[in-house]
Structure formats: C-alpha cells, structure tokens
C-alpha cells in the first residue's frame, strides 16, 4: 500500500521545507551545533507559527495532529535540524493540561518527559514518598532548560505522572556523537513535587507510541536526504572513466534505498494516522513504524556511505550529519529488537512461562 498525501497536506510539507532552507540550511545547522545554540531554532519555530502545528487551536496551537507532526519531523531529518525541544514539547504534550500546553504552545513554559530515551516502551517509574521523589533518570530527552518535569512515579496510592519544578533536579548533559541532539541525566533527591496525577500504563503506552511515530518519520527524512545526495554524487564522481551511476552495484544500491524510503514513508504516516484516528491496534502501527524504518534507515545510512566511499567519513561532507542522525534514531526510544517483541506480543500474545 502506497500512503497518498492530501493536497494540503502537500502544501505544509512543502512550505516547512522551503522556510527551513532559506532560514536552517546545514551550514546554518552547523554553525549553532558547534556553537552551543542550537535551542534558537525553537525559538524561531515559535516565532514563525510551526511550533504551533499539530495542536488543538483552542490551546492557542494551529490545528492538526499527529500526522502534521509527524510530516514536520520527517522535514526536520530532511534537513537535519536540531529539534530536540520540539520533539521533546510533542511527546509530553498528551500528559499536560490545557493551560501548561498553551504555556508550552506560547514557549512561555518549557516542560520534559523524564524518561530514558533509550528504554521505551517499558518506562520504570520512580519511587514517591511522603518526602518527595527519589532516583536518577539516564538519557532524558529535552532536559536540558526545562523548567518542569513530568517524571513517572509509583508510592502507597499506586502509578502516577508527578510535576516537579526544574530546582528539584540536578541535570549532567550527556556528551552525544550526533550533536544536534541533545539528552541528560536527571537525578532527584527527596524533590518536592507540585502535582501527582494518577497514570497507569496506558497513559505511557501512547506516549510511548506517539515517540516511536515520530522517531520513524525523523529517520524517514533522514534516509530521503541520503538518498538523493547517493544519487547527485553517484552523477558526479567518475572512476575508471565512468560516473559510477552507470555501475550496476551501484544502480541496486541507490535502487534499494528508494525501496527503503518508500515503504517507510507509508509504514510511518499510516501510523501517525492510525493514532490520530484513535484505533485500538495504533501502536502496534507506531511499533512496526519505529522498528522497520530506524532500522532500514541504519542500513541505508551504511548502504550511502558505500556509495560515497571514503569522502562520506569526513567533516566537511553533508553525509556524516545525516548518519549519524540516522543511527541514532535506532535505538532512540527503544530499539528494533523492543518493539518488535511489542509487535509478536500484540499479534502472539504474552509468552507462556514454564
């Protein structure tokens, strides 16, 4: 099945894609990686109207919903953009009321998930006394500037989503190869919370779904930008003569890749589609996007690199941006392996134990 766009679908991906160009080329990426900004291009989304997209507009966002978000972090891994506070914004924004997320909407308040972003989809809450909340949370996307926290618990009243202000925590940035995004520990010592809502599982499960959608499109667009630099380089560089386009290895390569891409791009926006319409069997949708297109995408990265030769390994070159995004998106909110075993229990059932 081939996923058709609408046309105004077509009309926003388009305009995201041309006002990232002339506002966030990659050397603009660049340069606010290696100079430590890279949270302007927030504030630019902000400004501009796109953080707003997705969102009901009565919580002063501009309509829509996941698959607009979605189509948008498929556009951010087009042009590699260093989104880590959007996506952050979008996967705690089903957790928030309406007056913290038309705060966020407004960027008048900044908000996290503390939840490791490499063990979904099963989270382990921590532990609330009567004292506050207690433990450490590894590899926290967005954390760094939040100003609240969304932190799963678990105490004498059962699950639940506690609020504690960012001067209960202590945060260590993590020191990631691909640094356009950015993750923390987060650690709290008997902190004060403000509010506990009560939470179980299902609550985390969609949450859980809506990052594995939006991790996929992000390596979509990953994987349809080193796509076509494999096809314009493929045009340029010669040996023994002849542009190595016109080498049949090369040829399937390029090929295959298309492949990728394709069905990524139905897999990634049925699921988008699927949570939107609120179906029962969505995440398993979200699961086999996040598995099959990450992974796909990691192999893609290699397959470009192959193409490119030893040029692809080095600074200077456009593709070392994309593969190293692409490589993270794979383990990022759970690996292929975790949501395929999801995927076999939806469909299977629980495992029989001895």
């Given amino acids: 099945m081939h996923w058709e766009l609408s046309e105004e679908h077509e009309m926003f991906a388009t305009s ?13 990426v660049r340069q606010l990686v290696d100079g430590g900004e890279p949270n302007s291009f927030d504030d630019d989304l902000i400004a501009d109207g796109w953080w707003g997209v997705g969102y009901s507009e009565t919580a002063g966002g501009q309509g829509g919903g996941m698959v607009e978000l979605a189509l948008a972090a498929r556009e951010f891994g087009r042009a590699s953009a260093a989104d880590t506070r959007w996506l952050a914004a979008a996967l705690v924004a089903p957790l928030l009321t309406p007056a913290e997320l038309a705060a966020q909407l407004s960027g008048e308040q900044r908000f996290a998930l503390a939840v490791p972003a490499d063990r979904v989809p099963e989270w382990r809450p921590l532990a609330l006394t009567g004292a506050g909340v207690t433990g450490t949370v590894h590899h926290v996307l967005g954390a760094v500037g939040a100003q609240v926290y969304l932190v799963p618990v678990t105490g004498d009243d059962g699950d639940g989503i506690a609020r504690v202000p960012a ?3 202590t945060v260590a940035a993590d020191d990631l190869l691909a640094r356009i995004r950015q993750t923390a520990d987060v650690s709290f010592e008997l902190a004060a919370v403000t509010e506990v809502e009560p939470a179980g599982s299902t609550v985390l499960e969609q949450v859980a779904a809506r990052a594995a959608a939006l991790t996929a499109a992000d390596a979509l667009g990953a994987a349809e930008r080193m796509l076509e630099l494999s096809v314009t380089y493929s045009k340029q560089r010669k040996q023994f003569g002849r542009f190595i386009g016109s080498f049949q290895a090369v040829q399937h390569a390029c090929a295959q890749m298309l492949v990728t ?4 791009f139905s897999s990634t926006l049925y699921a988008a589609a699927a949570l939107d319409a609120g179906r029962e069997d969505a995440v398993t949708f979200a699961a086999v996007a996040k598995a099959q297109v990450t992974a796909s995408a990691a192999q893609l990265a290699d397959s470009a690199l192959t193409v490119h030769g030893a040029i692809g390994y080095t600074w200077e070159h456009d593709l070392q941006v994309f593969y190293k995004r692409a490589k993270l998106d794979r383990p990022l909110y759970g690996t292929p392996t975790a949501w395929n075993e999801r995927i076999a229990t939806a469909l299977l059932g629980e495992p029989a134990t001895a």
């Fill in 16 to 28: 995201l894609r041309d006002w990232l160009a002339a506002r966030f080329p990659l050397e603009t």
């Fill in 167 to 169: 001067s209960g925590a």
């Fill in 261 to 264: 891409v394709e069905a990524g």
